[in-house]
């Protein structure tokens, strides 16, 4: 899940949140996590704050983390995503969304440098990316 969120950030370019989310547990076990995470999803997405800010997230045990940031750090545990060093963007409760910070936007841009020689065009950098964060 973490690597099609991230793949997601990077390919989409909308100006609304796309919220991921999933089940460590499955439905016919005791205690299953799929629709507390997905009221989870719904409520962030929903949230005016996470709303206006666009990105792609993922939503799991009551806490959304950017997909840019997230990793999973366990196969069953249901606190299974964590955000090294930035922690989640957000956490719910009972009552409200808890705003923790804003995500940091990141631009992919792809760039192709074209050098001319003679009469012939010699790529110099083909395929090289750079990342700009604002």
């Excluded at 919220?19 to 507390?36: F, H, K, L, Y």
């Excluded at 997909?67 to 249901?78: E, G, M, Q, S, V």
Aim: charge should be negative; hydrophobic fraction near 35%; include cysteine.
């Amino acid at each position: 899940m973490e690597e099609s969120a991230y793949y997601l950030d990077l390919a989409l370019d909308v100006g609304v949140p796309v919220v991921v989310t999933g089940a460590q547990r499955r439905p016919d076990e005791v205690s299953p996590d799929g629709p507390s995470n997905l009221v989870t999803a719904v409520r962030v997405f929903t949230d005016e704050r996470i709303r206006n800010t666009g990105g792609v997230y993922i939503a799991f045990d009551e806490e959304l983390h950017a997909a840019r940031d997230a990793t999973k750090r366990h196969t069953r545990k249901l606190d299974t995503f964590e955000s090294p060093e930035k922690g989640p963007v957000a956490v719910t409760t009972r009552d409200e969304v808890r705003c923790y910070r804003e995500p940091e936007v990141t631009l992919l841009i792809w760039m192709e440098v074209v050098t001319y020689r003679t009469s012939t065009f010699e790529w110099s950098n083909p395929g090289r990316a750079s990342v700009a964060t604002r």
